[in-house]
């Protein structure tokens, strides 16, 4: 069975839209900014890849990944022609830390936020009269998490439509957590590059319209082929290969497809070393003897690691991708790591090609695995 994708949207530091996104992707422009949201004073890191929009003067705000969450949602509805009534529509929400900022600044400064505002679901049902809403905190996967629970409602005939959506707000508890346990200090996102130091936080939400394939009223952006998910548990941090390489191999299978049919792969690419060259050496050893191999590039080179939505991001920037037949570059991809050997990562300008199966990879802490198969719709 495929399920398809008939509304996108997304918001992150590059842009508002989805075409926004992919084309500062394709121009590879740097985009990193000074840290704003906490005191630079405190922290070793200086930057971050944040959404500009607090207040002038400094300061931050509660209910932005909320209000992004929203923002997306009524977007991808929009497009996909379903209009404001999601009150028969299951939307489910992939996220890293919820609305976590928001009690930060109630705790720190006393903002005003209802015990209700730290719930998703109050939100959805006030804007668009949502009744069955879930979240999925499950780290850096939990967007495409949640993607694999639309299709498998789809398949048991729990809805025939599904609004998947993920969003994440920097916190200071998280920012400060990977400025100490970051042995070296990262300047920039830099995944594969030798230069690579670890992790920057960025901003954003995505969403999309899955839909039993045939029952949309407007035509498709992209195909759902199958979603993999696993915990392999291996360890708090360190990914685990094996737990990556049965997940990626298990999306094939429920696919029907094979390495050699991928045209390109989302990666997870979140800049530390230790995750760059695992999902390396994986990727290298599920293509070994797949020909040419797909075209790889990793989008948190210049939105920053989006946590929960960062897999759903990938996808919609695959969508894309596929459609216009352009890969855009890894940026500041000058010096690729040694486990890289032979993969297709694209580096410096974008590349074009025919691309109809896209990979979509994302790998979160304690090992929860999640790989999407994505078809082009011509």
């Known amino acids: 069975m495929t399920w398809d994708i008939t509304g996108m949207a997304a918001v992150a530091n590059i842009g508002s839209t989805p075409g926004e996104i992919f084309a500062a992707l394709c121009a590879g422009k740097e985009s990193r900014q000074p840290l704003k949201a906490f005191a630079p004073a405190k922290y070793r890191a200086a930057y971050a890849y944040e959404i500009d929009d607090r207040p002038e003067g400094g300061g931050d705000l509660p209910q932005r ?92 005939g729990l809805a025939d439509t599904v609004v998947v959506a993920g969003t ?8 400060g957590t990977l400025d100490r346990v970051q042995n070296d200090l990262p300047d920039a996102l830099r995944p594969f590059d030798a230069t690579h130091k670890g992790m920057l936080m960025g901003e954003g939400a995505a969403a999309v319209v899955v839909q039993r394939s045939g029952t ?12 993999s ?30 390495a050699s049919d991928i045209d390109l792969v989302m990666l997870h690419g979140s800049g530390t070393p230790l995750n760059d060259e695992t999902e390396s050496r994986v990727l290298r050893h599920v293509f070994e003897g797949a020909g040419a191999g797909p075209r790889m590039t990793a989008i948190k080179a210049m939105t920053g690691h989006t946590m929960g939505g960062s897999g759903l991001l990938s996808l919609v ?40 199966l896209a990979q979509v990879e994302a790998f979160g802490f304690g090992g929860i695995n999640a790989v999407a ?3 082009a719709v011509r």
Request: aromatic share 6%.
């Open 65 to 156: 990944a909320t209000r992004w969450l929203t923002t997306v949602v009524r977007q991808a509805a929009a497009d996909a022609g379903l209009g404001e009534d999601l009150s028969q529509v299951p939307v489910l929400v992939g996220t890293t830390m919820r609305e976590q900022r928001s009690l930060e600044l109630w705790w720190r400064d006393g903002a005003q936020v209802a015990l209700a505002d730290l719930h998703f679901g109050t939100a959805l049902k006030a804007a668009f009269g949502a009744c069955t809403t879930y979240t999925f905190a499950n780290a850096c996967s939990a967007s495409l998490y949640a993607l694999g629970m639309a299709t498998d409602m789809i398949d048991l």
């Open 229 to 258: 998910m696993n915990c392999d548990a291996y360890h708090a941090t360190a990914p685990d290969p094996d737990g990556i390489t049965r997940a990626v191999r298990d999306a094939y299978a429920r696919a029907g497809v094979r």
């Open 373 to 375: 198969i994505v078809e």
């Open 317 to 356: 920037m695959a969508a894309l991708a596929m459609k216009s037949g352009t890969v855009p570059p890894v940026l500041g991809l000058a010096d690729p790591i040694p486990e890289t050997a032979g993969l297709g990562l694209v580096r410096g300008r974008p590349t074009a090609g025919d691309l109809s």
């Open 216 to 227: 949309g009223t407007g035509p498709a952006h992209a195909r759902v082929r199958g979603v």
């Open 168 to 175: 994440d707000a920097a916190t200071e508890s998280g920012f």
